[in-house]
């Protein structure tokens, strides 16, 4: 933090983001347009996605390092933008760094639960699902409230390699989407950062308004906290974002170039 009287109530270091690929993408672009002149790290873990489907100590692993490489570019908060590593690791390293940490999941349920709705559907990767972390959230705050889990085993796997328009993504999607309607949801939270980018195809079976994409409520939480905590950027422009990936670049940026512009960006690869 600067401690002159200037820019004692504000910290231009970056925000840094990471998910298992291009999902968190959603959640920058959100929080990006409520605070544009922040400087923005993203990392997209893309040498060990999918994250849904790994083991707790694999995910504790993966997060860690990334928190690592974040200490080191000296970052002043962290997004999960992931719903599965917000459920399974956060809660063991939240207080390991001295940055600020924000989990989706955590963040969000507050949200859905003052929502006080009858039946809450969740639509998460087998690992956010086996976890229980937003029935657990939203009961912890509302108890009244039903919350109905279904893992989507496969549907990370068709945004991260440009499948969306195939059949057997369409037939993946209405198989999970019979299954949690038999429940009469009220809602149905898009549960994975990835899950918003197959809107298109999933409201060929389901009214949108259906849908919660928790991206939304993240952005905004995350922004207002910031505000809060005095870690605002004192910069009245735009700033640079660097983008970091696991392996695979062009295989980021082309499954990434229909919900997020990354032309002129490089993609840089960092081994961790």
Not at 118 to 134: D, E, F, K, L, R
Not at 246 to 268: C, H, M, V, Y
Request: aromatic share 12%.
């Amino acid at each position: 933090m600067k401690n002159n009287d200037i820019t004692e109530n504000f910290d231009n270091r970056p925000i840094g983001f990471f998910d298992s690929g291009v999902g968190g993408l959603t959640v920058l672009k959100k929080v990006k347009e409520i605070l544009p002149n922040e400087k923005y790290l993203y990392f997209g873990d893309t040498k060990n996605m999918p994250y849904g489907e790994k083991t707790e100590d694999e995910l504790l692993k993966f997060a860690d390092d990334i928190f690592k490489f974040f200490e080191k570019k000296d970052v002043k908060a962290v997004v999960m933008a992931c719903n599965t590593t917000s459920a399974v690791t956060y809660e063991k390293l939240k207080n390991k760094y001295s940055f600020k940490i924000y989990p989706i999941i955590q963040t969000v349920s507050k949200v859905l639960s003052n929502m006080d709705l009858p039946c809450i559907g969740i639509v998460a990767t087998p690992a956010t699902i086996n976890s229980h972390c937003y029935q657990k959230s939203i009961n912890r705050n509302n108890s009244r409230t039903k919350v109905v889990e279904v893992a989507a085993k496969s549907w990370v796997k068709f945004v991260e390699n440009s499948q969306i328009e195939t059949t057997e993504c369409k037939n993946a999607i209405k198989e999970i989407l019979d299954e949690i309607m038999k429940e009469n949801p009220s809602k149905i939270v898009l549960g994975c950062t990835h899950y918003p980018y197959l809107l298109k195809v999933i409201t060929q079976f389901a009214c949108k308004e259906l849908f919660i994409d928790p991206a939304v409520y993240f952005a905004e939480a995350v922004s207002q906290d910031l505000t809060k905590q005095n870690l605002i950027s004192y910069s009245k422009i735009p700033q640079d974002m660097e983008f970091y990936v696991s392996a695979n670049p062009d295989k980021f940026k082309f499954a990434a170039k229909r919900f997020f512009n990354l032309e002129g960006q490089t993609i840089t690869v960092h081994e961790h």
